[in-house]
């Protein structure tokens, strides 16, 4: 299947801070990502869609200034937790399809694990 | 919204035994797709389940969608340790997907 590489697995920062997350479609190219954010033992939850050369779309709650999301390039997506606080620590994950492939069929990277003291 | 309920949220059985998650939903879904996703890892797609009453297996796991596709369940026959993990199912359009809230499940040695 397609390969989603996601960059770092794990992050600790400070309170203030500002963090890029990294999402990379390793062979294939995807015009479209998705970011979800999953608590400990819960679901994932759709934050974004990440569209190349235009701007991401945000779900209903979800804050565009605080999680900026930027898709430069056909294999590259990334998420920047801005001003980051300890309830926005969490599980990060994107994901991707390949053009052609089963609508539902999301490959998903490895997720980054952010943690904020 | 479209929302996808999952029961049950956890699930512990012996190994050996047989195990079953449920997802239902208050409005007629285009389609399902379960995903597994192992202790501390991501989400694995597992398949697509479209068509009303379509029943698909994949060695011990079988995966139905009701005549209504408003339910969808997965059977694992004879669980084994390696079906350690949380199921979700999720439903949606062009990669935009709704997830359950998944059934974890635990399998005793």
């Known amino acids: 299947g397609a390969v989603v590489s996601q960059h770092p697995s794990r992050v600790i920062c400070k309170s203030g801070t500002s963090v890029k997350i990294e999402c990379r479609s390793l062979d294939f190219q995807a015009t479209t990502m998705f970011w979800y954010r999953q608590f400990p033992k819960q679901s994932l939850m759709l934050m974004a869609t990440s569209n190349e050369g235009s701007k991401a779309t945000y779900e209903q709650g979800v804050e565009k200034d605080k999680f900026l999301i930027n898709h430069a390039s056909l294999t590259l997506s990334t998420l920047t937790v801005t001003s980051a606080h300890p309830e926005d620590s969490s599980f990060y994950i994107c994901?991707?399809?390949?053009?052609?492939?089963?609508?539902?069929?999301?490959?998903f990277g490895e997720g980054s694990r952010l943690t904020v003291l | 919204g479209q929302q996808v309920m999952q029961i049950p949220q956890y699930q512990h059985v012996q190994e050996g035994e047989d195990f079953t998650t449920y997802c239902n939903s208050s409005?007629?879904?285009?389609?399902i797709q379960w995903y597994k996703q192992r202790p501390g890892g991501h989400p694995v797609f597992l398949i697509q389940?479209?068509?009303?009453?379509e029943v698909k297996k994949q060695k011990r796991l079988t995966f139905q969608f009701g005549e209504a596709k408003k339910n969808s369940s997965l059977h694992i026959t004879a669980t084994q340790t390696t079906d350690v993990g949380t199921y979700f199912c999720?439903?949606?359009?062009?990669?935009?997907?709704?997830f359950g809230q998944g059934t974890t499940l635990q399998v005793k040695p």
């Open positions: 409005t007629t879904l285009s389609n």
């Open positions: 999720s439903s949606g359009n062009t990669g935009k997907l709704i």
């Open positions: 994901s991707a399809s390949p053009s052609g492939g089963e609508v539902g069929e999301l490959f």
């Open positions: 389940l479209v068509k009303s009453g």
